[in-house]
């Protein structure tokens, strides 16, 4: 049984957080993505994932020069929320900036009547999934064989969900 998730508030609100909207939120996105992840990101491949019906997203962007530190962006299906992408800017980890994030994503999520949210994260991404973990999501499932690695090693994905405080 889960239990539901409190609001998350991060410690100290730093970023400057956007809703995706315009080319130059996306580029903004773009230029995270790169640092995040071994798939790559276009304008083009954000921009249809955008145009997807239900789905929204959130940047974080440093309060004095407006640079991009990161980005989250989820689907509403209903009134669940699935987390499809967060990424931090490499060197501004572990400052809070994903809570910040994730917390503000979900925010949004709930005000447009999402009552649980979802994703699915490797089980080997310790970050992510204690990430996660603060916000009240529990593994409810997986899938085995789901990522790729560098290498060109299997890796499984854990399912997460959690319930959404209203
Ligand atoms: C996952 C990610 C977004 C976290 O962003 P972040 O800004 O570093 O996270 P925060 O500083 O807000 O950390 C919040 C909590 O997450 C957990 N956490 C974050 N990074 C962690 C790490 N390297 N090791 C262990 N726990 C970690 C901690 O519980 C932390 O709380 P604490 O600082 O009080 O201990 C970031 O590591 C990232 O961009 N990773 C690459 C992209 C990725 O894997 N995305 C997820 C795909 S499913």
Redo the contacts with the bound molecule.
Sequence with gaps: MLSPQRPQTPRQTVLKILSIKSIHHVEMVVGVYGQ??TSLASNHSIREMLRMPGVFGVIGADRSSDEAV?FAICRLVVDEAEIL????RFE?????????LLSALLAEARMRGASTAV?E?AEC????Q??YR?FGFVRVGRREDYYESKEGRRIAADIMRCMLHV
């Design positions: 995040c992840f990161g992408s967060i990424g931090v501004k980890r572990r400052l809070g900036r994903g809570r910040e994703l994260v991404n310790e970050p992510a204690s990430l603060v």
